[in-house]
């Protein structure tokens, strides 16, 4: 390419935009009702069922077969001596002391009675006791809004009546 001329130049001009543009032919494609026959089978037409009785299938010229491999069971054996899930300490710090704690807890108290069940000590044994730090975690700020709460409503109390 030469770099004297402009991009433009030697291309031919745009077709102006009232003219029609040209008929496409169907040179060289099968009606559109039949389609052609390459696997040496009955031909079918597009969209309809196969003879009564007769399946088809099988690989076509070009196409990859793929092998699929049987599933693997995998089994999993429980601990002998499951680590303590604190669930039910869970639910109860999480209606009655501190609602956000609480729901982490229960959150851990299920992953560990998860891991318990698919034999993961490890993991079973940091969800256990992340679930028992948040539990007290929750049950201690519990108590102290509790505390909090309990003293304002004395002060209110002594105030209210000290006038």
């Not at 040496?40 to 491999?69: D, K, M």
């Not at 807890?105 to 560990?112: E, G, K, N």
Request: aromatic share 8%; with cysteine.
């Amino acid at each position: 390419m030469d770099p004297k001329k402009s991009p433009t130049e030697g291309l031919q001009p745009l077709l102006p935009l009232q003219q029609d543009p040209p008929e496409y032919s169907s040179h060289g494609f099968p009606p559109s009702e039949i389609y052609p026959n390459t696997s040496g089978r009955p031909a079918q037409q597009y969209g309809a069922s196969a003879a009564p009785g007769r399946h088809i299938q099988g690989s076509y010229t070009g196409q990859t077969v793929v092998t699929v491999q049987p599933p693997v069971n995998v089994s999993f054996t429980p601990l002998d001596n499951p680590l303590p899930d604190h669930l039910c300490y869970s639910i109860f710090t999480m209606l009655c002391c501190c609602l956000p704690l609480g729901s982490a807890a229960l959150v851990y108290s299920i992953t560990t009675r998860d891991a318990n069940m698919f034999g993961h000590q490890p993991i079973a044994s940091r969800n256990s006791r992340m679930a028992r730090i948040l539990n007290h975690v929750s049950v201690g700020l519990g108590l102290f809004i509790w505390l909090i709460t309990v003293i304002r409503i004395i002060n209110f109390v002594n105030e209210v009546n000290s006038h």
